[in-house]
């Protein structure tokens, strides 16, 4: 199977910068696009920014600017950079991957961390 764990979490003022990590590891032969998705209480999952294996990316319009998701192919890792934090920022973060588990079948499927709180305080 495949695990992805995120680290970076935590509470930061208004204004600050927080850094977002995602490991993932288990059963991989290659993984597609990672992405970083936002769940604040009463609200659905959204995405935040996503990234394809060859480096392209993709941002909600709300964090284009402040927000910068990068991977490390090799590590098997991403980040997300997240500076300039508002509060309406504050959510549980999400870490999203499309993994192929073996090289004769050709989806991915899709994988998700356990979350990690981001609250940012006005």
């Known amino acids: 199977q495949v695990q992805l764990v995120e680290v970076g979490g935590g509470l930061v003022q208004a204004g600050g910068s927080l850094r977002l990590s995602c490991a993932a590891s288990g059963t991989i032969f290659s993984i597609n696009t990672m992405g970083w998705y936002r769940q604040a209480p009463g609200k659905q999952r959204e995405l935040v920014a996503a990234i394809t294996s060859g480096g392209t990316t993709n941002y909600a319009d709300s964090v284009k600017g402040r927000f910068t998701i990068s991977r490390d192919n090799a590590k098997k890792m991403v980040y997300l950079q997240m500076n300039s934090l508002k509060p309406e920022d504050t959510a549980v973060y999400y870490c999203?991957?499309?993994?192929?588990?073996?090289?004769?079948?050709?989806?991915?499927?899709?994988?998700w961390g356990q979350g990690t709180q981001v609250t940012v305080s006005s």
């Open positions: 999203n991957a499309a993994v192929r588990t073996n090289g004769l079948n050709p989806y991915a499927n899709n994988y």
